[in-house]
């Protein structure tokens, strides 16, 4: 008798407990509702603020050269440069045309020193370096990117410089092997014409 005596009070006074934690759900509810409604609209405000603010801010400013670096690239120094002399001076959409043909060994790039010549090629020697004109290619179309970001004009942008560098070379495990790695810096300038005449 006892025991269900005791069993009841404990579970009356749970009961009590629920109901109280019930009440003040149902009270603070409404608060809480309220209170998210109005900070999600300033939220909001403070949202469109900001973006009014950086339209009213950043005109797009015009810039007459672009850049691309390529760091470590997995290819030969010589390749490298023989590949910067063949596109230098030349607009970025030809530069890519050009080295896509070399994929495909339509067209070989000049280089020099001694290895074999191209017979009817219209050069002395000359090769077909696929790796280094992929590399090549990739960072051709994110200079053509960044030339569009600067509001630079594609028709007139022409290759100014190609500056490759040798890059630390990297071991493989155990120190028995080296491979070429080069930095590859590309600018690009958008020519001025003369109006004037």
């Given at each position: 008798?006892?025991?269900?005596?005791?069993?009841?009070?404990?579970?009356?006074?749970?009961?009590?407990?629920?109901?109280?934690?019930?009440?003040?759900?149902?009270?603070?509810?409404?608060?809480?509702?309220?209170?998210?409604?109005?900070?999600?609209?300033?939220?909001k405000d403070k949202?469109?603020?900001?973006?009014?603010?950086?339209?009213?801010?950043?005109?797009?400013?015009?810039?007459?050269?672009?850049?691309?670096?390529?760091?470590?690239?997995?290819?030969?120094?010589?390749?490298?440069?023989?590949?910067?002399?063949?596109?230098?001076?030349?607009?970025?959409?030809?530069?890519?045309?050009?080295?896509?043909?070399?994929?495909?060994?339509?067209?070989?790039?000049?280089?020099?020193?001694?290895?074999?010549?191209?017979?009817?090629?219209?050069?002395?020697?000359?090769?077909?370096?696929?790796?280094?004109?992929?590399?090549?290619?990739?960072?051709?179309?994110?200079?053509?990117?960044?030339?569009?970001?600067?509001?630079?004009?594609?028709?007139?942008?022409?290759?100014?410089?190609v500056i490759a560098?040798?890059?630390?070379?990297?071991?493989?495990?155990?120190?028995?092997?080296?491979?070429?790695?080069?930095?590859?810096?590309?600018?690009?300038?958008?020519?001025?014409?003369?109006?004037?005449?």
């Amino acid at each position: 008798m006892a025991d269900e005596s005791l069993r009841q009070s404990k579970i009356g006074s749970t009961k009590q407990v629920e109901t109280q934690k019930d009440n003040k759900k149902i009270v603070e509810t409404p608060i809480k509702k309220q209170e998210k409604t109005e900070s999600e609209q300033k939220v909001k405000d403070k949202k469109e603020e900001k973006t009014e603010k950086k339209k009213a801010i950043k005109p797009v400013v015009k810039k007459d050269n672009a850049s691309v670096y390529g760091r470590a690239l997995r290819i030969s120094l010589k390749q490298s440069v023989g590949i910067g002399n063949f596109i230098k001076r030349k607009d970025i959409d030809s530069a890519i045309k050009d080295l896509e043909m070399v994929l495909i060994k339509k067209k070989a790039i000049p280089f020099t020193g001694e290895m074999a010549h191209k017979k009817g090629k219209g050069m002395m020697t000359g090769k077909y370096p696929v790796n280094s004109s992929k590399e090549f290619i990739m960072l051709l179309k994110s200079l053509k990117s960044n030339s569009i970001a600067n509001g630079m004009d594609l028709d007139k942008t022409v290759i100014s410089e190609v500056i490759a560098n040798k890059a630390p070379n990297q071991f493989h495990r155990f120190g028995q092997e080296k491979f070429k790695r080069t930095h590859v810096l590309i600018k690009s300038k958008e020519k001025k014409t003369n109006e004037s005449k």
